[in-house]
């Protein structure tokens, strides 16, 4: 057989179901739930997951995503957003750059991005005037679209914030305790198979976990082989696709 059954997920408890919607912490959700929840959050806002538009960040104790560039580049797309820096200001070595957006709806929404420059010179201060605009702009993006993750450039401005991993898979040298089960394997391969829109990636991919599928305790010794069927047949369909499929369902939704 070419194909898999998908194992039953194992369900959350109903305190790790109040810590993710009440509390933001997704610290008690094993690594298959986080996959699972990463997707979904990704699959309701329409952005493309292979392409990581999120990262974890333990902040105060707790797990949570924060946005990259990629997921406000996305969301721009997405919902049409013009941006413009009406103003920018300096006061007390701040630097304040004023962002405004618009949707294809006419909505508007506006936030500021602020960074120190007091005392930089030359590329050091060229920088900061950089990030300052960024911030503003990817502040603006969440704002308008009704999200309240931190941004990137945010997250690098909290001194006891520690990042964390995105969808990556665990290295060869990881501990034993981080070797997943035949069934969460399959699971998470089966979701990123779903997902994906890139055969390079796939390619990459499957190649790096080897030695991990190797430390894997597979009850049942053809189901690697089964997965890899999947994966080969998965490469060989997006070879086929046109690159850019992103693009084509933007411009299919605004038609």
């Known amino acids: 057989m070419n194909t898999i059954e998908k194992a039953a997920p194992q369900q959350p408890t109903a305190q790790t179901v109040d810590d993710v919607i009440a509390r933001g912490d997704l610290s008690n959700l094993s690594p298959q739930q986080r996959v699972i929840h990463y997707h979904n959050v990704c699959r309701s806002l329409g952005?493309?997951?292979?392409?990581?538009?999120?990262?974890?960040?333990?902040?105060s104790g707790k797990l949570t995503?924060?946005?990259?560039?990629?997921?406000?580049?996305?969301?721009?797309?997405?919902?049409?957003i013009n941006i413009q820096i009406p103003d920018r200001t300096v006061h007390d070595g701040l630097l304040t750059v004023h962002?405004?957006?618009?949707?294809?709806?006419?909505?508007?929404?506006?936030?500021?991005?602020?960074?120190s420059i007091a005392g930089l010179r030359g590329e050091a201060a060229s920088n900061a005037v950089m990030k300052a605009v960024t911030k503003a702009k990817r502040r603006v993006t969440l704002s308008i679209c009704g999200l309240g993750f931190l941004d990137e450039t945010e997250v690098e401005d909290i001194p006891d914030a520690v990042q964390e991993s995105t969808l990556a898979p665990p290295k060869t040298d990881a501990p034993k305790s981080k070797i997943p089960s035949s069934d969460d394997y399959v699971e998470r391969w089966?979701?990123?198979?779903e997902d994906a829109v890139s055969a390079g990636e796939l390619i990459t991919t499957w190649k790096d976990e080897g030695a991990l599928r190797r430390a894997i305790n597979w009850p049942d010794p053809a189901e690697p082989t089964r997965l890899a069927l999947l994966v080969s047949k998965r490469i060989e369909e997006l070879k086929k696709e046109p690159p850019d499929l992103i693009t084509q369902r933007l411009k299919a939704e605004e038609s």
Do not use: S, W
């Not at 995503?65 to 049409?80: P, S, W």
């Not at 294809?104 to 929404?109: A, C, I, L, Q, S």
């Not at 089966?190 to 198979?193: D, R």
């Open 99 to 115: 962002a405004k957006a618009t949707d294809k709806t006419g909505r508007t929404d506006e936030d500021l991005g602020v960074v």
């Open 47 to 59: 952005l493309n997951p292979v392409t990581q538009p999120f990262a974890y960040i333990t902040l």
């Open 190 to 193: 089966t979701i990123f198979l």
């Open 65 to 80: 995503l924060y946005a990259k560039r990629d997921a406000c580049d996305q969301l721009r797309k997405l919902h049409g």
